[in-house]
């Protein structure tokens, strides 16, 4: 989301009320983004919560207004990962539903559910950033720039990621497939 620079530099400067204003304006990317991480209402609200702390007490050190967005939402990332680890998770499920997804018959939802056991199965760099791409359509500059790494190698963490998942899916079906 773009926003009005003077805002973004008025919240550098120390004025609240701007970077009140700023939050508002990405409440809405913020929880869902949050929500795709932990999959949780109350986990994707604490990281939201601990994120607006930090990005309010660090925001005289952005360096480049222009990229207020990418900047919170960098750090939006590392408090659900952060979140995600002091629960030993990567992608977790509530236990009700996860039976509910098992005793589904439902294709698209089995095809889901593979696909996010699969991807749980990856990597931290290589699931953010597919999940980054795919989910929430970033360029690959964009993703280089929340995850802190050249273009190049967010190209590499796509292709390994999908070699990756394909195996991870197509090992699943045939476990799938021999239970039955």
Not at 28 to 37: E, G, R
Not at 78 to 90: D, G, T
Not at 127 to 156: C, N, R, V, W
Request: proline share 2%; glycine share 2%.
């Amino acid at each position: 989301m773009k926003h009005n620079i003077h805002t973004v530099k008025k919240a550098i400067d120390g004025d609240a009320a701007a970077f009140e204003e700023l939050l508002f304006l990405e409440e809405q990317m913020l929880y869902y983004k949050a929500l795709s991480y932990v999959n949780n209402k109350q986990d994707a609200l604490d990281a939201i919560q601990e994120t607006s702390c930090k990005a309010f007490l660090a925001i005289g050190q952005l360096r480049n207004p222009e990229y207020f967005s990418t900047w919170l939402f960098r750090i939006l990332i590392r408090e659900c990962y952060q979140l995600l680890k002091e629960r030993k998770q990567i992608i977790p499920y509530e236990e009700n539903e996860l039976f509910i997804r098992l005793e589904s018959n439902q294709e698209k939802e089995i095809e889901s559910f593979h696909l996010s056991e699969a991807l749980s199965k990856l990597k931290t760099s290589y699931q953010t950033s597919i999940i980054l791409f795919y989910y929430h359509d970033l360029s690959i500059q964009d993703i280089a720039e929340i995850m802190e790494k050249p273009a190049g190698t967010i190209k590499t963490y796509l292709r390994r990621a999908k070699k990756k998942l394909k195996t991870e899916i197509e090992r699943s079906y045939k476990l799938n497939e021999q239970s039955t």
